[in-house]
């Protein structure tokens, strides 16, 4: 059965301070959790927030409802060992979210609807 699936923002905040620890944070969830597909995304929108990733719940939770979670502040290797932690009990839906890591959830950007201007 397919699992989570993650999404990393490296957009203008995200990752760019110190691209060599960025890459190595990248490579660490690829080598830690192997079935989990981790994509890297330009800007995801939240850029008052830094290292931005979202969690995307596995199939049979997404058809129950449940949503991605949003993570920032993920810049550290204690906050990715409980990510991975989490992802590899089940993740989103599945289990709850580990204390360590709630200071971190926020609530996805609004999407924004584009304005037609009308000519006149």
């Known amino acids: ?10 957009g203008c905040c995200c990752g760019t301070e110190n ?3 960025a890459a ?5 969830l690829r080598q830690r959790l192997p079935s989990v597909d981790v994509r890297v995304s ?7 927030r830094k290292d931005v990733i979202v969690v995307h719940p596995q199939p049979k939770q997404r058809k129950q409802g449940e949503k991605p979670t949003w993570l920032s502040l993920m810049h550290n ?11 590899d ?4 839906g599945a289990v709850l979210i580990p204390i360590n890591l709630a200071d971190n959830v926020f609530r996805p950007p609004a999407k924004s609807k584009k304005r037609s201007r009308r000519a006149g």
């Open 19 to 21: 691209k060599k620890q």
């Open 77 to 87: 290797m204690s906050a990715l060992e409980e990510l991975a932690d989490w992802l």
């Open 1 to 10: 059965m397919a699992g989570c699936s993650l999404t990393v923002c490296r």
């Open 89 to 92: 009990a089940g993740g989103p």
């Open 42 to 48: 330009d800007c995801l929108g939240p850029c008052k």
């Open 24 to 28: 190595a944070r990248l490579d660490y």
